[in-house]
C-alpha cells in the first residue's frame, strides 16, 4: 500500500470523521478511480500519432490505455464517425494510489 493511501486511512478519513460527524465511514470521500485522457487532433491526418500517443502513456500510467474513437462526424475538423483519436485509461486500486 502507498504512503499516500496509508496517510488516508490513518490520519485523513478519521479527521474527515471528526470533523463532519459522519456516522459511517462509508459516508466520508474517498477516491474510487483516476481517468486519464489524451486526445490526438493530429490523429486525423497522421495514424501513427496516436501509436506514439499510447506509447507514452503506456509508460506515463504503467497499463496499456484504450483507444477512443470519434462520437460524430464534424466536417470542419475533417473527423468522421468512429476514427481513432485519443486514448485513455482508467487506474483504480494501488495503480490509482501510486499513480496520485
Known amino acids: 500500500m502507498s504512503r499516500l493511501a496509508e496517510r488516508y486511512k490513518a490520519e ?11 456516522s459511517s ?13 489524451m486526445g490526438v487532433g493530429e490523429a ?10 499510447v506509447t507514452d502513456m503506456t509508460k506515463i500510467v504503467g ?13 470542419t475538423y475533417k473527423l468522421r464517425q468512429g476514427m481513432a483519436i485519443g486514448c485513455m485509461a482508467t487506474l483504480r486500486r ?3 494510489w501510486n499513480f496520485l
Request: proline share 8%; hydrophobic share 45%.
Open 44 to 53: 486525423v491526418a497522421n495514424p501513427q500519432a496516436l501509436d506514439h500517443a
Open 25 to 37: 465511514q462509508m459516508l466520508a470521500p474517498r477516491l474510487i478511480k483516476i481517468t486519464v485522457n
Open 12 to 22: 485523513v478519513a478519521p479527521t474527515l470523521m471528526r470533523e463532519f460527524q459522519y
Open 63 to 75: 497499463q496499456k490505455p484504450v483507444i477512443t474513437r470519434a462520437k460524430k462526424s464534424i466536417a
Open 94 to 96: 494501488q495503480r490509482m
